[in-house]
């Protein structure tokens, strides 16, 4: 198993940035690809960004692509969402997941582990 815990979220104003960390404990030797999704109120969640457990393949969707970038420090288990020039429509809760080998992507149904979720909350 493997347990997901987000931190970072919070309030912040249009333009301004955020950085979510996502620490992750037991078996991560089994972690294959994270993910970051997240979910609006009244939306269904969407994939946000990836990065390979080992190795430097990363992915992004349109709409972040440009001002969201994700990292991952191995020795400390956790991935990183540095979260630039945030709009209002980012606002959501951020979800972290780990997949197993040998899934990725874009699907939530290839991640087997999610966090609880953290709220970021854009103002205009």
């Known amino acids: 198993q493997v347990q997901l815990e987000e931190f970072g979220g919070g309030l912040v104003q249009a333009g301004g940035s955020l950085r979510l960390s996502c620490a992750a404990s037991?078996?991560?030797?089994?972690?294959?690809?994270m993910g970051w999704f997240r979910q609006a109120p009244g939306k269904e969640r969407e994939f946000v960004t990836g990065?390979?457990?080992?190795?430097?393949?990363?992915s992004y969707a349109d709409s972040v692509k440009g001002r969201f970038t994700i990292s991952r420090d191995n020795a400390k288990n956790t991935v990183y969402l540095q979260m630039n020039s945030l709009k209002p429509e980012d606002t959501a809760v951020y979800y972290c997941?780990?997949?197993?080998?040998?899934?990725?992507?874009?699907?939530?149904?290839?991640?087997?582990?999610w966090g609880q979720g953290t709220q970021v909350t854009v103002s205009s």
């Open positions: 990065i390979r457990w080992s190795g430097s393949s990363t």
């Open positions: 037991g078996r991560t030797r089994s972690i294959y690809n």
């Open positions: 997941a780990a997949s197993r080998p040998y899934y990725s992507g874009s699907y939530s149904s290839n991640y087997d582990y």
